[in-house]
Antibody, heavy 119, light 108 residues
Framework: QLQLQESGSGLVKPSQTLSLTCAVS??????????WSWIRQPPGKGLEWIGS???????FYNSSLKSRVTMSVDRSKNQFSLEMSSVTAADTAVYYC???????????WGQGTLVTVSS | EIVMTQSPATLSASPGERATLSCRAS??????LAWYQQKPGQAPRLLIY???TRATGIPARFSGSGSGTEFTLTISSLQSEDFAVYYC??????????FGQGTRLEIK
């Protein structure tokens, strides 16, 4: 059974870079047809898709975040990562990693990790 | 980008009652619509995909309907564990993946 686990910095200073990793177990990031994605949820608010990366490293980003976001895949460690630069308090959120099916549904989510942007 | 709009924002209902949640797309998404349930402190859980197909392990009291731009999630007889926030998501024209703003289903 595929499982995802987020890790990374829980507290980031304004203007710095947020870095998160999602470890994949019970499956491989090299599997074709799925996308590995990041979705965030500010406290008390709804879900916002950040971006997705495929096994061939093709990426798609939310247009509102594109200038600040980079996603990558590490096949040797079976994980994928998110970097978001120039963070502000508005980037404070629970960040989820997820596997999106080839049809665009999201049956598999990590448990989420809270990232707080504060000095 | 397809905008998803859910109504109502909050729905108050009692256990045993029927609950109906709505989701509207800004343009047709055919039947490519999914519903998720989220409880406090938990990740969202996929309930329905293809507008009407229950995901694995989802009880039969959850049903989805609709196509094009108008969709409905119905919970036939509310159980205590059903009080949560529900999101719709279109998967017809992605990326981007877009969600509705959510409907909070609360106990009356």
């Amino acid at each position: 059974q595929l499982q995802l686990q987020e890790s990374g910095s829980g507290l980031v200073k304004p203007s710095q870079t947020l870095s998160l990793t999602c470890a994949v177990s019970g499956g491989s990031v090299s599997t074709a047809g799925y996308s590995w994605s990041w979705i965030r949820q500010p406290p008390g608010k709804g879900l916002e898709w950040i971006g997705s990366i495929y096994h061939n490293e093709t990426t798609f980003y939310n247009s509102s975040l594109k200038s600040r976001v980079t996603m990558s895949v590490d096949r040797s460690k079976n994980q994928f990562s998110l970097e978001m630069s120039s963070v502000t308090a508005a980037d404070t959120a629970v960040y989820y990693c997820a596997r999106v099916s080839r049809y665009g549904m999201i049956p598999i989510w990590g448990q989420g990790t809270l990232v707080t942007v504060s000095s | 980008e397809i905008v998803m709009t859910q109504s109502p924002a909050t729905l108050s209902a009692s256990p045993g009652e029927r609950a109906t949640l709505s989701c509207r797309a800004s343009q047709s998404v055919s039947s490519n619509l999914a519903w998720y349930q989220q409880k406090p402190g938990q990740a969202p859980r996929l309930l329905i995909y293809g507008a009407s197909t229950r995901a694995t392990g989802i009880p039969a009291r959850f049903s989805g309907s609709g196509s094009g731009t108008e969709f409905t999630l119905t919970i036939s007889s509310l159980q205590s564990e059903d009080f949560a926030v529900y999101y719709c998501q279109q998967n017809n024209n992605w990326p981007p993946i877009t969600f509705g703003q959510g409907t909070r289903l609360e106990i009356k």
